[in-house]
């Protein structure tokens, strides 16, 4: 493979030779996944903001948007979109875990709680339990107060 390479007047060896362009070469590659991460969430929010404007009404979108901002860890942006999506489907479970996700973030756990509870308090489903179950555990929340909030 390393002749191919040659063949196109691309030296791999000069990469291996020498220290100094290996580190360049690092750079580079850390540069270019910076950059290729940053179009590729600008490219994300465009179709998710154009689905917003044609589908005004589905709450899944606010959700994927507040996905796609809480992964960028813009945190209050993402809290904007999931209470959105709460405000128009408030059975979209998913968003409510993720906000309590962002209230344990800001060291408001009261309110990340709250947003567990009434989690509990919409659905019986064994995923959604445990998937308190493990935030909590995340967040390094006491057991007793993790048992009291999954058996109320």
């Keep these: 493979m390393l002749d191919g390479l040659k063949f196109w007047g691309i030296n791999p060896d000069l990469i291996f030779i020498y220290p ?8 580079l590659l850390s540069i270019f996944y910076l950059l290729s991460k940053r179009f590729i969430f600008i490219l994300r929010r465009g179709e998710l903001e154009r689905n917003l404007v044609k589908f005004p009404g589905l709450a899944e979108i606010r959700a994927q948007l507040g996905d796609l901002y ?16 709460l405000d128009m489907h408030p059975g979209l479970h998913y968003a409510r875990i993720k906000l309590a996700e962002i209230y344990f973030a800001a060291r408001d756990d009261q309110k990340a709680i709250e947003e567990l509870t009434e989690l509990l308090k919409r659905t ?12 909590l555990e995340k967040w390094n929340i006491d057991r007793e107060t993790v048992h009291k909030i999954i058996h109320s």
């Design 20 to 27: 100094y362009n290996m580190v360049f070469v690092l750079i």
């Design 70 to 85: 809480f992964n960028n860890k813009d945190f209050s942006l993402a809290k904007n979109f999931y209470m959105q999506a």
């Design 124 to 135: 019986s489903e064994e995923k959604y339990i445990y998937s308190v179950k493990l935030t």
